[in-house]
């Protein structure tokens, strides 16, 4: 990897250097392959959609203004795909998380404990699974990807308040359906 910055190597990409574009590809492939595997829970939907981010960046950097950072214009664009490819599907029932990365448990912990765990993520899978399509998407971004309410506000063009609000309630219904789920 070269020591190029975003930019650089978009205004490399712009005059035809097309190796900047595989440089900015090898740097954010691996981010935009989990963003919409979160969205899309199966690994060959997700690479569908990075097959497609990769073409649409591809036409659309020939453009780009730098309004944003590159990564926060992919995001979008992939954040965006991944709606489309699931509105597609028509699986917004179904809709799940998918595990961020496989961890293997320790050898120390207890095999009940390990199911537990797993037991767990499934039941907050599933939760996350009945918010509305906003709140879902907030909350993966937030969540799981750690992003903050500005970064996301940029990425889905909204204030910072209203995301507050809708992971606040997807908090709130995610915390509902597990209580609920335990009986308590």
């Known amino acids: 990897m070269t020591g190029h910055t975003d930019l650089e190597l978009v205004e490399r990409f712009q005059r035809g250097d097309e190796s900047a ?20 829970q199966s690994h060959d ?47 917004r029932d179904f809709f799940s998380l ?3 990365v496989t961890a293997e448990s320790p050898a120390s912990e207890r095999p009940d404990e390990s199911f537990e765990v797993r037991e767990q993520r499934s039941l907050i ?6 918010l509305p399509e906003k709140q879902k998407t907030v909350f993966i971004m937030r969540y799981y990807d ?19 609000a809708n992971y606040f309630h ?5 915390e509902k359906y597990v209580r609920r789920a335990h009986g308590a």
Do not use: C
């Open 45 to 91: 939907d997700a690479d569908d959609v990075v097959q497609q981010v990769l073409l649409n960046t591809y036409h659309a950097l020939k453009e780009f203004r730098s309004d944003s950072g590159v990564f926060t214009w992919l995001y979008r664009i992939t954040v965006n795909t991944s709606l489309n490819a699931l509105r597609k599907r028509r699986v």
């Open 125 to 130: 899978e599933k939760a996350v699974g009945t």
């Open 170 to 174: 997807a908090m709130r219904k995610i």
């Open 146 to 164: 750690e992003l903050p309410y500005e970064e996301i506000a940029k990425v889905l063009k909204t204030s910072v308040g209203g995301l507050k």
């Open 98 to 100: 998918d595990e961020i």
């Open 21 to 40: 574009f595989n440089e900015l590809l090898l740097r954010y492939k691996e981010r935009i392959y989990w963003t919409a595997r979160r969205f899309l």
